[in-house]
Nanobody, 120 residues
Framework: QLQLVESGGGLVQPGGSLRLSCAASGFTLDYYDIGWFRQAPGKEREGVSCISSSGGSTNYADSVKGRFTISRDNAKNTVYLQMNSLKPEDTAVYYC?????????????WGQGTQVTVSS
């Protein structure tokens, strides 16, 4: 089965950290740029970060710059999102997607999402 599976979400206090993983099953991530997105209740989905297929290029939403870091390990067929200094407004369901090119809005695969809750 061809799919992306996110993991690593959970409940964390403000200022804490989480690392999300996005693992591919049934296909290789090597040829895809990978984006992380999030959707909070009552809000539209927003792009958080994206990494090129080689890992040589990354971009971030202004709201997470300096706090989140995207990386990938193609040997493990996995992309990561390290989230530090988490804020309550980071609470959302986080999704990863295999994208033709970052910003192309051409997606081949989406994960099912992982919940991140930042609360004291």
């Amino acid at each position: 089965q061809l799919q992306l599976v996110e993991s690593g979400g959970g409940l964390v206090q403000p200022g804490g950290s989480l690392r999300l993983s996005c693992a591919a099953s049934g296909f290789t991530l090597d040829y895809y740029d990978i984006g992380w997105f999030r959707q909070a209740p009552g809000k539209e989905r927003e792009g958080v970060s994206c990494i090129s297929s080689s890992g040589g290029s990354t971009n971030y939403a202004d709201s997470v710059k300096g706090r989140f870091t995207i990386s990938r390990d193609n040997a493990k067929n996995t992309v990561y999102l390290q989230m530090n200094s988490l804020k309550p407004e980071d609470t959302a369901v986080y999704y990863c997607a295999a994208e033709y090119r970052c910003g192309s809005h051409l997606y081949d695969y989406w994960g099912q999402g992982t919940q991140v809750t930042v609360s004291s």
